[in-house]
Each structure stands twice: as structure tokens, then as C-alpha cells.
């Protein structure tokens, strides 16, 4: 029993291992968290995208991308802009400097984990869905705000 309970926490520690590695590595190469990188890379695919739409996009609350947004402006990687048509409007758009973090940034590890589960049949998607779910449980993690971002570095 207590080999099983460690063979289940080996197996986060290594889940949280080899996020906090990608996370370091894509710090070095563009200097980004995940979490800002997921955010420029909603900019780039939304169009002209609100903060809010942004927000929902990334299931990260309007607050904490609002803290991400503030830091991409003051390293110039995005503009804000009042709507012509609607003035409360605010549209964020990314500066040449933002697109080009986006074309040379590496795929977050999520789009890596995306394309292995999705390549997985739809019951052992189910059951790996499940077995996490438990476990986040288990860890009293229910209530943690958290978005489909795996990094293992501060969210900002």
C-alpha cells in the first residue's frame, strides 16, 4: 500500500518536474512565463481581443490577466487601444516586437501533452480525467483556481 502511495507521488513530483523545466527553458529562449506566453499567443489568434475575452480564452481570471497584460506593455510586446466604435472597449493588439516572440517562442508544453492525449482512445482520456480529479481531491486542491496551463513557475 504505502509503495503504491509513493509511486503515485513520484509520479507528481515528475509531472511538476518536467513542467518547471519547460517553463525554466522557455524563460531563457524569450524570456516569458507560460502563463504570458498562453496570453500573447490568445492575442495573436483572437484578432483585436478585449482583456476579458482574453481571460476566458486562457480560463485565467480577468485580474491575473490584467497583472500579465501590464507586464507584456511595459516590455512593448503589446499596445492598448479604446475601441473607435465602443469607447468602454479596450483592444489589445500585439507590437512587431509581440510577433515576433510569437513566431519564435517553442510550443508550450501543453500543445505537446494535448497531442499525445488526444491520440489516446476516448475511455483512457476518461480514466486519466477521473484518476486526476481524485487526486486534486485528495491534496485539497478542489477549490484552487487554476487554468489549463502546465507550468510550473508563479502564474504572473
Known amino acids: 500500500m504505502a509503495d503504491l502511495q509513493s509511486d503515485v507521488l513520484v509520479a507528481l513530483r515528475r509531472i511538476m518536474r518536467a513542467s518547471s523545466l519547460h517553463s525554466r527553458k522557455l524563460g531563457k529562449s524569450v524570456g516569458l512565463t507560460v502563463p504570458q506566453l498562453v496570453v ?6 483572437e484578432g483585436l481581443p478585449s482583456a476579458s475575452e482574453v481571460a476566458r480564452a486562457v480560463s485565467l481570471s480577468q485580474a491575473t490577466v490584467t497583472t500579465i497584460l501590464n507586464r507584456l506593455e511595459e516590455r ?6 479604446r ?12 507590437t512587431e516586437a509581440g510577433s515576433a516572440v510569437l513566431r519564435e517562442a ?20 476518461h480514466q486519466i480525467v477521473s484518476a486526476l ?14 487554468a489549463p ?8
Open 133 to 146: 480529479a481524485r487526486v486534486a481531491e485528495m491534496m485539497d486542491a478542489d477549490g484552487i483556481d487554476a
Open 83 to 94: 475601441s473607435t466604435q465602443d469607447r468602454r472597449r479596450v483592444i489589445l493588439q500585439l
Open 106 to 125: 517553442p510550443l508550450p508544453l501543453q500543445d505537446t501533452f494535448s497531442g499525445r492525449f488526444d491520440a489516446l482512445s476516448q475511455w483512457e482520456q
Open 40 to 45: 500573447i499567443r490568445a492575442i495573436g489568434h
Open 76 to 81: 512593448g510586446l503589446l499596445t492598448r487601444e
Open 149 to 156: 496551463l502546465l507550468d510550473g513557475a508563479d502564474v504572473v
